[in-house]
T-cell receptor, first 109, second 114 residues
Framework: KNEVEQSPQNLTAQEGEFITINCSYS?????LHWLQQHPGGGIVSLFM???GKKKHGRLIATINIQEKHSSLHITASHPRDSAVYIC???????????FGTGTKLQVIP | NAGVTQTPKFQVLKTGQSMTLQCAQD?????MSWYRQDPGMGLRLIHY???????DQGEVPNGYNVSRSTTEDFPLRLLSAAPSQTSVYFC?????????????FGNGTRLTVT
């Protein structure tokens, strides 16, 4: 079993829909990262969180440390949100960062 | 600031050839790391460094060497390329320890070994 599991693997949404991507992990962590990767492009950091909730524009990230679960929400989705969203965790006490396999999101106009 | 710069963007090698993937950052970041990304798998850590002169192995270090002679540069060397090393390689950096600062990624190097 992977240390970091994301769901769903693929997601297609209509423009304007509310989107949720989930991330579950099995190890003790010191931080969780949400990253975005556009087709053919690089990877950018969206959020880094260790507790609670963070918001940036239409994106919201939450984490529940007790349940070892995080969610990334996109409100009023837009075709430019189409990308792969990756969850990554830093294992407590180590420098290692473990990545999920990503969720491929396509938003249709 | 240029951020994290990786070169080349694309590379084709024959089995047995060697090459160096370059990574440079201009943010004075202490932490630098190399990952490979393969279809259906998450990014996997190859090697990392927490400062000049300090390197350590990640999950998949075999066939790769690194060195960190300066804060800015962290090259990845393939000693004798194999088809299994066909992948997309990303370099990333962060300030201080990873758990209190975001990761900054380069644009990747797509490597094909024939």
């Amino acid at each position: 079993k992977n240390e970091v599991e994301q769901s769903p693997q693929n997601l297609t949404a209509q423009e304007g829909e509310f989107i949720t991507i989930n991330c579950s992990y099995s190890v003790g962590i010191s931080a969780l990262h949400w990253l975005q990767q556009h087709p053919g492009g690089g990877i950018v950091s969206l959020f880094m969180l260790s507790s609670g909730k963070k918001k940036h524009g239409r994106l919201i990230a939450t984490i529940n440390i007790q349940e070892k679960h995080s969610s990334l929400h996109i409100t009023a989705s837009h075709p430019r949100d189409s990308a792969v969203y990756i969850c990554a965790v830093r294992t407590r006490g180590y420098q290692k960062v473990t990545f999920g396999t990503g969720t491929k999101l396509q938003v249709i106009p | 600031n240029a951020g994290v710069t990786q070169t080349p963007k694309f590379q084709v090698l024959k089995t047995g050839q060697s090459m160096t993937l370059q990574c440079a950052q201009d943010m004075n970041h202490e932490y630098m790391s190399w990952y490979r990304q393969d279809p259906g798998m998450g990014l996997r850590l190859i090697h990392y460094s927490v400062g000049a002169g300090i390197t350590d192995q990640g999950e998949v270090p075999n066939g790769y060497n690194v060195s960190r002679s300066t804060t800015e540069d962290f090259p990845l060397r393939l000693l004798s390329a194999a088809p299994s090393q066909t992948s997309v390689y990303f370099c990333a950096s962060s300030q201080g320890t990873v758990d209190n600062s975001p990761l900054h990624f380069g644009n990747g190097t797509r490597l094909t070994v024939t």
